[in-house]
């Protein structure tokens, strides 16, 4: 690997071989989030657990400061609304802005199994191709079209996607959790980082997951609304960090969390 691509690629991955991407992108397609409405101000209190930061363009150049620490993992993906067919893919940034907003990586959302499957794998394609000359690696984003929004995604259906993945180029794969985890990572060579999905009830059933898909070989995990719409997000984050980067236990990683949740309930 050419010392560009390994210097992004251990920016991405600490020492230990672990990540929390903290993606803050969902304007992208979702319009006005809740809680995203100024992101600098939503993800000041977390940036400190998390090792980077999964953004579009546009918020990066109007929220963020260019002193930000965390290494950035560009959107690059887009062009469909809630109101269309989200599937319906392009890639809308160039390699020139990619290399000018110094972006550690960049992530392309993939749906296999919907109607624009052959298009958004020829995106992610397309992606590599551009972005390898430069060192930049890509992380395949696993996206569920309307069809698979609704029904719990199926290891059989996550590792094919995976696997074609990093068949194609892909330097890291965020996929959804799902039983049997294992079944996932183990198909697939490239580093395998679990995506949030809906909001959890407790921040117990977030670390649940994330242990469990840990436990079964992903190297991390790229959490948004479970992170920064909880009620205390900065309590949820160091929660995750020890589950990630310090071996903790769910009970370990759920004792932190209330710990720093009461004793910010007691400032109050
Ligand atoms: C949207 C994305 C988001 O980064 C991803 O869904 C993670 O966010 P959340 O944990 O809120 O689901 O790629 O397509």
């Known amino acids: ?54 953004v579009t363009r546009g918020v990066l150049r109007s929220a963020i400061d260019p002193s930000y620490p965390l290494p950035i993992i560009l959107r690059v993906s887009g062009g469909s609304s809630i109101l269309g067919d989200l599937t319906d893919e392009e890639v809308l ?39 390898e ?47 049997n985890f294992e079944k996932v ?13 809906p909001k959890c009830d407790t921040t117990r059933e977030v670390l649940e997951f994330v242990h469990d898909g840990m436990q079964r070989g992903a190297k991390g995990i790229n959490l948004g609304r479970n992170v920064w719409q909880a009620p205390n997000p900065p309590a949820v984050a160091r929660a995750l960090k020890a589950v990630i980067h310090e071996k903790a236990s769910v009970d370990e990683a759920n004792a932190l969390f209330e710990k720093m949740d009461a004793a910010a309930k007691a400032k109050k």
């Open 1 to 54: 690997m050419d010392w560009g691509k390994a210097n992004r690629m251990s920016k991405l991955f600490r020492k230990d071989g672990h990540c929390f991407y903290l993606p803050i992108d969902h304007g992208y397609f979702l319009g006005p989030t809740s809680m995203l409405e100024k992101p600098a101000k939503t993800i000041a209190p977390i940036t400190q657990y998390c090792d980077a930061l999964f």
């Open 93 to 131: 940034t160039s390699i020139d802005e990619v290399i000018r907003l110094n972006a550690a990586a960049v992530g392309v959302s993939i749906f296999i199994g919907s109607e624009h499957e052959r298009q958004t794998m020829s995106n992610l394609a397309k992606l590599v191709n551009l972005c």
């Open 133 to 179: 000359p430069y060192g930049i690696p890509v992380m395949a984003v696993t996206a569920l079209g309307k069809e698979l929004k609704d029904k719990k995604p199926e290891a059989r259906y996550l590792a094919l996607a995976a696997r074609m993945f990093a068949e194609v180029g892909a330097a890291v794969v965020k996929t959804y959790w799902c039983e």
């Open 185 to 197: 990572t183990e198909g697939c060579p490239v580093p395998v980082v679990i995506a949030g999905g």
